[in-house]
């Protein structure tokens, strides 16, 4: 579940965080958001530029270099355990001040369990102003990939919120903003969807059901999304995370025909 975390006025001129590309230490201060209160978080590149990342389409293939750069700087470590692989944000508490923390659900680090990073990529040169002399660099000059981005100017006022505003637009080309939807009354999660729900222990058909009761019942605005298996996904980490909906032995993992809801027919055939 996401968090509001703080950023110290001095962030901006430490050295070390200068030496990082503008791209890692923006994924730096995200990966505070999404830290639990010990400073730790899951580390599935996907995932994670999936939830930090949602309208640029190159960070899934970008999002291990900027994890790189924060590890050779020593700003994270990532581990696996039992096949997962986390990360956990090095002097957590120098940089939070945490009141009343709740406990971590995820697994401690250990040098045992640390995941080996590739060499690190050069960083780039031209990032403005550093306190780091760059003369004592010895890393060739990189330049990382351009993006474009073009920002909607509504001139009538009918542009919904933030996320139905934001596109993107590629070289050459020109593409109208996309506006978010209002959940169907029937949806469900795709396969896909559910397996992502079970392979978090959470059952698929409760989360549903509840992903849908909730968003039903909103209006306006805010009843709008652009990416509705993007936004479950985020809500199933959530339950995931306080242990909400655990699947249950014997589950059907997704809907299926024959049972939509996804629920064992013992299930349905009681008092609902």
């Not at 690190?120 to 003369?135: I, K, M, V």
């Not at 968003?215 to 995370?241: C, I, P, Q, Y």
């Amino acid at each position: 579940m996401a968090r509001i975390r703080c950023i110290k006025p001095e962030f901006p001129q430490s050295e070390s965080i200068g030496r990082l590309s503008r791209d890692a230490r923006l994924l730096f201060v995200e990966l505070w958001t999404i830290a639990d209160d010990a400073g730790r978080a899951r580390a599935a590149s996907r995932m994670l530029a999936s939830l930090l990342f949602p309208y640029d389409n190159d960070a899934p293939g970008l999002i291990d270099g900027w994890l790189r750069e924060l590890e050779a700087e020593g700003c994270v470590v990532r581990y696996e355990v039992e096949g997962s692989t986390y990360l956990q944000v090095a002097n957590w508490l120098k940089h939070q001040k945490i009141d009343k923390p709740s406990a971590s659900r995820l697994p401690q680090f250990d040098e045992a369990s640390r995941k080996v990073a590739k060499p690190r990529e050069p960083s780039a040169p031209d990032l403005g102003p550093r306190t780091l002399d760059q003369e004592k660099k010895e890393d060739p000059p990189y330049a990382p990939p351009q993006r474009r981005r073009a920002v909607a100017q509504p001139t009538d006022g009918s542009v919904g919120d933030a996320e139905a505003a934001a596109f993107q637009q590629r070289p050459g080309t020109t593409t109208a903003a996309k506006r978010g939807t209002r959940l169907p009354a029937d949806w469900q999660p795709d396969p896909a969807g559910a397996a992502y729900a079970a392979e978090h222990g959470v059952d698929p058909a409760l989360a549903a059901e509840e992903f849908r009761n909730y968003w039903l019942a909103r209006s306006g605005r805010d009843a709008t999304k652009l990416d509705w298996a993007a936004t479950f996904r985020n809500r199933v980490l959530e339950l995931a995370e306080r242990g909400r909906f655990p699947l249950r032995v014997g589950a059907p993992r997704v809907p299926t025909e024959a049972n939509p809801t996804g629920r064992p027919t013992t299930f349905l055939s009681g008092s609902l």
